[in-house]
């Protein structure tokens, strides 16, 4: 008995220093790569080619601010895997439902004029109603698809995964259609830029990367 379990011990392991040294892999490739296209473009720039500072500073604060959100993304991730033990392809779906459900919120105030009266109590309901619709997608999905396999080889929960993120998928392209749907327009004072440390941001950019950076603070005290 204490063979059979030692010897599952170090199989587990072994499967998690493979993970280990996949994602370090992965961890050094982008280094190079951002190391490679950076030093290129900055020889570029001290010969008078490329883009300018101007160009620079825009493309800093839009990769900051879509950075954040797939931090948000990675998040989630990070929590299933950590919790469960596999890579829930469905997460990106369960995202998107609180994002759609949230459109529909933000568009109904934006109609009833509350959106441009009361920006901050609109933001408020918007993202109650998103986090309260991606937890209730996560937790349907958790007990009818995931709950009966724990305890399974990993490579069952994780097809099931692929088979929920295309339910998910057709589900709500079925309701919401596959065209492209817009938010309403920022309301004050996301609308307008901040000069922030010399730079120019819009305050949406500002919003996303400010709740980011919260959120990443707030998993790493409920982790630790």
Same mark, same amino acid.
């Given at each position: 008995? =204490?063979?059979?379990?030692? =010897? ?13 040294l996949?994602?370090?892999? @992965?961890?050094? *490739? ?12 900055? !020889?570029?720039?001290a ?13 800093? !604060?839009?990769?900051l ?5 797939? +931090?948000?993304? &990675? ?9 469960l +033990? ?7 779906? /369960? ?32 993202l ?22 724990? *305890?399974? $080889?990993?490579? @069952?929960?994780l097809?099931?995964?692929? +088979? !929920? ?7 709500? &392209?079925?309701?919401?259609?596959? +065209? ?8 004050? $004072? ?7 440390? *010399?730079?120019?941001?819009? *305050?949406?950019? /500002?919003? /996303?990367?400010?709740?980011? @950076? ?8 409920? !982790? =630790?």
């Amino acid at each position: 008995m =204490t063979a059979s379990v030692d =010897t599952e011990k170090v199989k587990r392991s072994f499967r998690t220093n493979w993970v280990d040294l996949f994602l370090w892999a @992965i961890r050094i *490739g982008a280094i190079i790569i951002i190391t490679w296209g950076l030093v290129g473009s900055i !020889v570029k720039f001290a010969s008078g080619q490329g883009l300018s500072a101007s160009q620079w500073r825009d493309l800093l !604060v839009a990769g900051l601010s879509q950075g954040a959100m797939y +931090g948000l993304l &990675a998040l989630g991730y990070s929590m299933v895997y950590g919790v469960l +033990g596999f890579i829930n392809f469905a997460h990106g779906e /369960v995202f998107m439902s609180g994002a759609m459900v949230g459109f529909i919120a933000a568009n109904w105030l934006f109609a009833n004029g509350l959106w441009a009266a009361n920006p901050f109590l609109s933001l408020g309901i918007v993202l109650l109603v998103a986090m309260f619709t991606s937890t209730l997608v996560a937790v349907l999905v958790e007990r009818i698809a995931y709950r009966r396999l724990r *305890g399974s $080889p990993r490579l @069952i929960p994780l097809i099931t995964s692929i +088979g !929920v993120s295309f339910f998910l998928q057709y589900a709500f &392209a079925g309701l919401f259609g596959v +065209g492209l749907r817009s938010y309403p327009a920022a309301p004050e $004072p996301f609308a307008g830029q901040m000069n922030i440390f *010399g730079l120019p941001i819009d *305050g949406t950019s /500002v919003f /996303v990367i400010a709740v980011a @950076i919260l959120s990443m603070i707030g998993l790493w005290y409920f !982790v =630790t």
